[in-house]
Nanobody
Framework: QVQLVQSGGALVQAGDSLRLSCVAS?????????MGWFRQAPGKEREFVAA????????YYADSVEDRCTISINKDKNAVYLEMSSLKPDDTAVYYC????????????????????WGQGTQVTVSS
């Protein structure tokens, strides 16, 4: 069973930067195909933020964050990171990391159903 443990959420001010971390452990991490970050604000659906292939060769971003976020992976540590800058109050949400063990097509990276395992979520609050 794969476990994803997240860290890095915080209360920050608009314009600040933040880095979220997600460490994967468990027997199937060696079969990981890719990892992603999603977020869910109160009363809203979970939405895609960014994703990266396990090799690190391919990255995907939501249009709303593409110029403010960087996703990266450290395979030695089974960890994926999301660095966010110029944070806005609209970025306030619970952020979730996710892992897929199955190959995903181009349209699957941004879909919740494309992932098999999820982290516990971490709160990011951006004050104005």
């Amino acid at each position: 069973q794969v476990q994803l443990v997240q860290s890095g959420g915080a209360l920050v001010q608009a314009g600040d930067s933040l880095r979220l971390s997600c460490v994967a452990s468990g027997g199937r991490t060696f079969n990981a195909y890719g990892m992603g970050w999603f977020r869910q604000a109160p009363g809203k659906e979970r939405e895609f933020v960014a994703a990266i292939s396990w090799s690190g060769a391919s990255t995907y971003y939501a249009d709303s964050v593409e110029d403010r976020c960087t996703i990266s992976i450290n395979k030695d540590k089974n960890a994926v990171y999301l660095e966010m800058s110029s944070l806005k109050p609209d970025d306030t949400a619970v952020y979730y990391c996710a892992l897929s063990v199955l190959p995903m097509g181009p349209s699957s990276w941004s879909r919740v159903v494309g992932y098999d395992y999820w982290g516990q979520g971490t709160q990011v609050t951006v004050s104005s």
